[in-house]
């Protein structure tokens, strides 16, 4: 197994592009989730997803966007890229939020 | 903000000296989990806690969940270098489908 898989590792935007970030797991987990890690602030969720079909907001949703097609794939997608969007993203999965979460290895993104 | 406080949010010990974290939520949580983050990693999954009153231990690091199951604690005794990292905990809120994380306590120790 290969686990969460997060693809890029690191990422460099200009103010205004967009891009998505990818994440796949193959534990066929139902609960994902994506958090952004800024210094002095842990872990703030931003969507999550409990099924193929349902997404909800986290903390901080403003300026992302995420689907769930496959049970497998949650990507995020950001709309258009801010300076303060500067952050390494971690996509996590389990098969509930009140379980173990598994964590992907990050991606890097810098937005100047 | 964040429903799931967590203090202190540095710590430097000196190896062989004990370490505590403790988080703290606004409302009951139906299970508190733990979670170590060494430097340029990515978060691993330690222990969870569920019953109220609870202690796990795991070798040298000694979990407790409150009786009001609003709080918990994480302690280390006699710290290590390997024990250096982030130290997060997490509930899940919203009915129990939003885990949201405390914003960690990092822990670095001098040999």
């Known amino acids: ?112 | 903000g964040q429903q799931v406080m967590q203090i202190p949010q540095y710590q430097h010990v000196q190896e062989g000296e004990d370490f505590t974290t403790y988080c703290n939520s606004s409302t009951t949580l139906s299970n508190i989990q733990w979670y170590k983050q060494r430097p340029g990693g990515h978060p691993v999954f330690l222990i969870q806690l569920v019953k109220s009153g609870e202690v796990k231990k795991q070798k040298r690091l000694t979990f407790q969940f409150g009786e009001a199951k609003k709080n918990s604690s994480l302690h280390i005794t006699a710290t290590q270098t390997t024990d250096v990292g982030t130290y997060f905990c997490a509930g899940p809120l919203r009915y129990g489908n939003k885990l949201v994380f405390g914003a960690g306590t990092i822990l670095r120790v001098k040999s």
Not at chain 1, 23 to 45: I, T, V
Request: aromatic share 10%; charged share 15%.
């Open chain 1, 1 to 112: 197994n290969a686990g969460v898989t997060q693809t890029p590792k690191f990422q460099v935007l200009k103010t205004g592009q967009s891009m998505t970030l990818q994440c796949a797991q193959d534990m066929n987990h139902e609960y994902m989730s994506w958090y952004r890690q800024d210094p002095g602030m842990g872990l703030r969720l931003i969507h999550y997803s409990v099924g193929a079909g349902i997404t909800d907001q986290g903390e901080v949703p403003n300026g992302y966007n995420v689907s769930r097609s496959t049970t497998e794939d949650f990507p995020l997608r950001l709309l258009s890229a801010a300076p303060s969007q500067t952050s390494v993203y971690f996509c996590a999965s389990s098969y509930s939020s009140l379980r173990e979460q598994y964590f992907g290895p990050g991606t890097r993104l810098t937005v100047t």
